[in-house]
């Protein structure tokens, strides 16, 4: 299965790029005809022409984009127009709904409201072209200024898996449906959601400066690292799980078997199939799941971190002394909380949502696959 942990294992990237393309599995062959992907305006604010469609990615190890009748091509350096940007802005049809072909690749797909996105094309660290991504939680970024987000795909022959995100940030709300197999939808947020959440969020003392007018919120590991959310955030609810698990009973089952964990010294040991430690991790380790907490995909190491990594961003490491704890209804209830990932979760009709990197560990993320896919569906909802 496809999720967004495996786009994550593969940030790749130019050097000095503050955002980097997303690589999934490289897709191997091209459709012949492309899965219909239909853009649906909903915002209620924003006419067509005022929105604009952008699909990059990776298509093995080259960068692509596709353009409107849904042809793949290599971003090119030679791209870059008068002002130092590409222009690989999708138009929005006339009226009613747009929908382009979706060839194979890995990717994201943008959606700009107001204004174009500033794609720069740039040589990675082997001279190859590659692009510059939008990162509206840099307040240096040429796009931070510009409402947009996006959604992450793959599409490959074996299927179509995907996904909306909230773990850079919040802006707009995606909805996200499969047509295939299945009907699927995920990513829809209750009515006037997306309001409540700003506010919340703005009304906490910790998570008030994550909101960036009404253009945002910044999840708080970006927070984190612009100055804007407390570096210790969570380092007392670290410590108290590394003092209870010092006479051990910590156990996390994945698909390698039973791990059991002891603090030993300073570092969470876990014996099992095979030994695992950790270090006690950081607030941004948490936060990033990264870090003391980095997942390799090696089936062993790397699940028990991303278990590890989502009971501490949920609060129940203490509470759930059995992982992966299964009730949403026992997240975040402990502070200090995760209240970015927990409005996204309640602000969500199916409670599903990307709130951090390993939120589908237990299913929680706002993620779809279907194997058989005939159309999806991208659905700007009400802002």
């Known amino acids: 299965m496809v999720t967004r942990r495996t786009l994550l294992r593969g940030a790749a990237g130019a050097a000095g790029l503050v955002g980097a393309a997303p690589l999934l599995r490289p897709a191997t062959a091209r459709a012949a005809a492309g899965l219909p992907l239909t853009v649906v305006n909903r915002t209620g604010r924003f006419g067509n022409e005022s929105i604009w469609l952008y699909v990059v990615g990776n298509d093995g190890g080259r960068q692509v984009r596709v353009t409107p009748d849904g042809q793949l091509l290599p971003v090119a350096l030679a791209d870059n127009g008068p002002d130092g940007y590409t222009d690989y802005a999708i138009p929005l049809a006339a009226a009613g709904d747009t929908t382009i072909p979706l060839p194979y690749l890995s990717g994201r797909i943008y959606v700009a409201l107001g204004g174009k996105l500033k794609f720069k094309a740039v040589p990675d660290g082997n001279g190859n072209p590659a692009l510059a991504y939008p990162a509206g939680w840099v307040a240096s970024d040429p796009n931070h200024q510009v409402l947009h987000d996006c959604a992450e795909f793959t599409h490959l022959p074996t299927g179509m898996y995907c996904n909306t995100t909230m773990v850079d940030m919040f802006g707009v709300p995606l909805a996200i449906r499969l047509t295939g197999a299945r009907d699927q939808t995920t990513g829809t947020l209750r009515e006037g959601a997306r309001a409540r959440v700003f506010a919340e969020l703005a009304g ?180």
């Open 204 to 383: 906490h003392a910790a998570f008030g400066p994550l909101v960036v007018d009404d253009l945002r919120v910044l999840a708080p590991g970006h927070g984190l690292d612009a100055g804007l959310f407390p570096a210790d955030y969570l380092d007392p609810y670290v410590d108290r799980v590394w003092s209870a698990y010092a006479g051990g009973g910590l156990t996390v089952t994945t698909g390698a078997g039973e791990f059991t964990g002891r603090v030993t010294g300073d570092r969470l040991v876990f014996t099992g199939p095979a030994e695992v430690s950790f270090a006690r991790p950081t607030t941004r380790d948490v936060l990033f799941c990264d870090g003391a907490l980095h997942a390799p995909n090696d089936g062993v190491t790397g699940p028990v971190a991303a278990v590890l990594a989502a009971a501490l961003n949920r609060g129940t490491a203490l509470s759930h002394p059995r992982q992966p704890a299964t009730d949403p209804a026992t997240f975040y209830r402990t502070e200090p909380a995760h209240h970015y990932a927990r409005v996204l979760h309640e602000a969500a009709e199916d409670g599903r949502a990307y709130g951090f990197a390993f939120d589908d560990v237990g299913g929680f993320a706002s993620y779809i696959e279907d194997g058989a896919p005939r159309a999806m569906t991208l659905t700007l909802t009400p802002l």
